[in-house]
């Protein structure tokens, strides 16, 4: 099974509040696990990511928490800024040598109300 | 900027045309993807190339090619296209190593 399930659709949150997203895979080959931003007319970029090696990875306001017995990841917004506001996707791939293809979640709106 | 780039970002056309996307990766990147997302979609995986050959398919319709070029160049060739076809249409390149794809801002496609 390659798919990804996210959640929720949809979050607004007031400025200064915590954002939390949701992600759930099946595969137990996939051993990178990725959030990506994207801002409308943009394209997605890499927000901050994690291997199944760690439990969680904090870079600035931002961090990943994974549990690999549950196939299950989650990011954390911290203090979260209306200039967070855009749409995260999480994704999953496994190993390659010629790279892998990323597996995408279903996207989670973000509102950061001022 | 990412460093990829995708011509052309904006493209209008009627049912039945073809259309061709083009796609530059990242100085270096051997990789190429090329993802479609649909209005309030995520993002549906189509195809890999790596080094000129492809890797992987994802769900790609028959009526959809793609080739990549010595140059590392690819092209997402779109033909007979339907009203459903319109969609950003975008392109990727990856570091082998670390796993990150790096997107470009995406080709635009309206189908009338």
């Known amino acids: 099974q390659q798919q990804v399930k996210q959640s929720p659709q949809s979050l607004i949150v007031q400025k200064g509040g915590i954002s939390i997203i949701n992600c759930a895979y099946e595969?137990?080959?996939?051993?990178?696990f990725p959030w990506y931003q994207q801002f409308p007319g943009k394209g997605p970029a890499l927000l901050i990511a994690?291997?199944?090696?760690?439990s969680e990875k904090k870079e600035g306001r931002f961090t990943i928490s994974f549990n690999k017995s549950a196939k299950q990841f989650s990011l954390h917004i911290m203090d979260s800024q209306p200039g967070d506001s855009a749409t995260y996707f999480c994704?999953?791939?496994?190993?390659?040598?010629?790279?892998?293809?990323?597996?995408f979640g279903e996207g989670t709106q973000l509102t950061v109300n001022p | 900027d990412s460093g990829v780039t995708q011509t052309p970002k904006h493209l209008i056309t009627a049912t039945g045309q073809r259309v061709t996307l083009r796609c530059s990766p990242r100085?270096?990147?051997?990789?190429v993807y090329w993802y479609q997302q649909s209005l309030d979609q995520g993002l549906q995986f189509l195809i890999q190339?790596?080094?000129?050959?492809?890797?992987a398919k994802g769900n790609i319709l028959e009526r959809f090619s793609a080739q990549q070029f010595p140059d590392l160049h690819s092209e997402l060739n779109l033909s007979s296209l339907e009203l459903g076809d319109s969609a950003l249409y975008f392109c990727?390149?990856?570091?082998?190593?670390?796993?990150?794809?790096?997107f470009g801002e995406g080709s635009r496609l309206t189908v009338l």
């Open positions: 990727a390149s990856s570091v082998v190593q670390t796993g990150e794809l790096f």
């Open positions: 100085s270096g990147d051997l990789s």
């Open positions: 595969n137990t080959a996939f051993d990178y």
């Open positions: 994704a999953a791939s496994g190993s390659g040598t010629s790279g892998s293809r990323l597996t």
């Open positions: 190339y790596y080094n000129g050959e492809e890797r």
């Open positions: 994690i291997r199944p090696d760690v």
